[in-house]
């Protein structure tokens, strides 16, 4: 099991930082800024909690949890606020992906191409309107001025998967199962919503009772202000609204992977499991005797026996994951791998032949409509999955190890 090491520095901090990691020297030289920023906030509640992906973000880092009284702070949410993963586990046994044959190859190419043709990527959108629960929810409650999401937006964006590191994968767990996951957030509600606040925070820095140097970037509202309140309604519309998405994709890709197991392998789908869990949002809840504003950014709750999915790199493995409840993480996990190079330098550091190549050894399906950025989302880019669980062992217990047979990319 891994050893959590402290880090405090009294003359500078408020509180400790604790991390999920092996040595210290594996936090880069802005993760660990960025902790110590964290850690000197007059706010800051008990001390901060770093996971085992944890790296350097805007003004706090990815795999950071950090818990405040009365206080929310836009930047430890993020922009992609209510990114996150679903999962669904069939009782269709993987090696029909490969076995059966179509006349647009294997059963995994026809279900990938067939699912893209249903799922706008990267910067695409819907042309048509779509249904949307959330949004007909939020219409007439939420007040929409100066940068904040136009509602009517979103009504085309949801149902729709974005680029990055946002991915649809086909998979086969340990004991040879089908396996359907999705990753993907709020769009550009989100990131709206969060520059948004971020700058009335800014704007309002100089008149709140506490000093938070500007440099940090970590601009504050207090949650019974009325800009704090305004930023819980936006964040809640956000965090309905990236689930809604997510489910809308999952709903799609499930329904054409049981057509073409009907169609091609005269096999029906059924669904065993299915699990939720998102990573970039802020919410209330008790620790230590105390009701505080947990922030996790890049971090999902791992409450004990709560389920959870902590998805690998492109091409590599995920883990569908029971929490073990640990008081000191905050009852948290790590959201994913955790990247160990930005996108500009993967893509300097790998050719997409090298990475196309390292997928067709692995046996990976790539649906991506634009290759030229491939190398961002490469696994070398990315700490291995493996080191990140090793690290987590007293956070999670690992229940699937999930191999990527197929992925879509934005």
């Not at 800024?33 to 906030?41: I, M």
């Not at 001390?47 to 949890?65: E, K, N």
Request: with cysteine.
């Amino acid at each position: 099991m891994n050893e959590v090491f402290r880090l405090y520095d009294q003359r500078k901090q408020v509180v400790p930082i604790l991390a999920w990691l092996s040595d210290p020297s594996q936090l880069d030289d802005t993760c660990r800024r960025q902790a110590e920023n964290l850690a000197s906030l007059p706010f800051a509640f008990r001390h901060v909690a770093l996971m085992p992906d944890t790296h350097g973000g805007f003004g706090m880092p990815i795999g950071g949890v950090l818990a405040c009284e009365d206080i929310i702070i836009p930047n430890a949410v993020g922009v992609d606020i209510g990114c996150g993963v679903a999962f669904a586990r069939t009782n269709v046994a993987a090696e029909v992906l490969t076995k059966v044959q179509t006349s647009q190859g294997t059963l995994a190419q026809t279900m990938i191409a067939d699912i893209m043709r249903s799922v706008p990527t990267g910067f695409e959108h819907h042309q048509r309107r779509q249904p949307c629960r959330s949004l007909d929810t939020a219409r007439g409650k939420l007040t929409v001025k100066g940068d904040l999401p136009d509602l009517d937006e979103g009504y085309y964006q949801v149902g729709t998967l974005g680029g990055g590191n946002h991915f649809i994968e086909l998979q086969e767990d340990q004991d040879g199962m089908l396996g359907i996951m999705v990753h993907s957030g709020s769009r550009n509600f989100g990131y709206r919503t969060a520059r948004y606040f971020n700058q009335r925070a800014k704007a309002l820095a100089g008149s709140l009772s506490h000093n938070v140097p500007a440099d940090y970037d970590l601009a504050y509202l207090p949650a019974d202000s009325a800009d704090g309140r305004q930023y819980q309604h936006w964040l809640q519309l956000c965090l309905d609204f990236a689930e809604e998405n997510r489910q809308r994709m999952m709903l799609i890709t499930k329904d054409v992977v049981n057509r073409s197991l009907k169609s091609h392998a005269k096999m029906d789908m059924d669904i065993t499991l299915e699990v939720q869990a998102h990573h970039n949002y802020a919410v209330v809840e008790e620790h230590f005797g105390r009701k505080v504003w947990v922030h996790r950014k890049g971090a999902i709750a791992a409450q004990k026996d709560q389920w959870g999915v902590i998805p690998g790199a492109m091409g590599s493995y995920s883990y569908v994951t029971k929490g073990l409840g640990h008081p000191d993480s905050f009852r948290s996990c790590s959201h994913g791998a955790g990247r160990t190079m930005g996108r500009k330098e993967a893509v300097r550091s790998f050719s997409v032949d090298e990475v196309m190549n390292d997928l067709k050894r692995r046996g990976v399906v790539l649906g991506k409509v634009k290759k030229k950025d491939t190398a961002e989302e490469y696994r070398l880019a990315y700490k291995n999955i493996e080191d990140v669980m090793a690290m987590q062992e007293d956070l999670v217990e690992p229940v699937w190890k999930l191999m990527t047979k197929a992925v879509i990319k934005g």
